[in-house]
T-cell receptor, first 113, second 118 residues
């Protein structure tokens, strides 16, 4: 049982390049989330998927797109990376109403130069 | 919108001593959860403790306990017998209850960096 996995762990991009961050969970959770963590800011929600087939914007969605590929996988895409997107990205999942804890992946450190 | 405030950017404690980290929150909802997460240098987010708003009893997990003051909207974390492995960034987080729709997102404070001195 691997929990929540994220790839890659580190990535360096040049301004304007695109990339997709991958997230998968093997806990049969319904809801999945993407957060970004910036120094002194805590974690902020980018997008979430309450269930397979649905996605919604969070607090800071600009410059990102997401895909809930199936119940296990939730990817985050940067179409044209900007230096302001330099951050640590976390994927998280939650089973649903009954179990309130979110389980986090190990994070991806992204640097955009 | 809900907000979570951690007023102590940094704290330090001597090994084996007790330290309390502060957290206040603002919400108009009556049904919610509060959490403390620990983030060591490895970057992994680790759940430390959870409190349901409807429970009057303060949550406890081994050396970690909370002081939940619902009326004051305060949720502090007490770490007893501090160990070197407790050194980390600690985040307070809020989640709405189950009656508020399907977005179970967490709202985080900005964190408190805890240093444990040997």
């Amino acid at each position: 049982n691997a929990g929540v996995t994220q790839t890659p762990k580190f990535q360096v991009l040049k301004t304007g390049q695109s990339m997709t961050l991958q997230c998968a969970q093997d806990m049969n959770h319904n809801s999945m989330y993407w957060y970004r963590q910036d120094p002194g800011m805590g974690l902020r929600l980018i997008y979430y998927s309450a269930s397979e087939g649905t996605t919604d914007k969070g607090e800071v969605p600009n410059g990102y797109n997401v895909s809930r590929l199936n119940k296990r996988e939730f990817s985050l895409r940067l179409e044209s990376a900007a230096p302001s997107q330099t951050s640590v990205y976390f994927c998280a999942s939650i089973r649903g109403r009954a179990l309130p804890e979110q389980y986090f992946g190990p994070g991806t450190r992204l640097t955009v130069t | 919108a809900q907000t979570v405030t951690q007023s102590q950017p940094e704290m330090s404690v001597q090994e084996a001593e007790t330290v309390t980290l502060s957290c206040t929150y603002d919400t108009s909802e009556s049904d919610y959860y509060l959490f403390w997460y620990k983030q060591p240098p490895s970057r992994q987010m680790i759940l430390v403790i959870r409190q349901e708003a409807y429970k009057q009893q303060n949550a406890t997990e081994n050396r970690f306990s909370v002081n939940f003051q619902k009326a004051a909207k305060s949720f502090s974390l007490k770490i007893s017998d501090s160990q070197l492995g407790d050194a980390a960034m600690y985040f307070c987080a809020y989640r709405r209850g189950n009656s508020g729709g399907s977005n179970y997102k967490l709202t985080f404070g900005k964190g408190t960096l805890l240093t444990v001195n040997p």
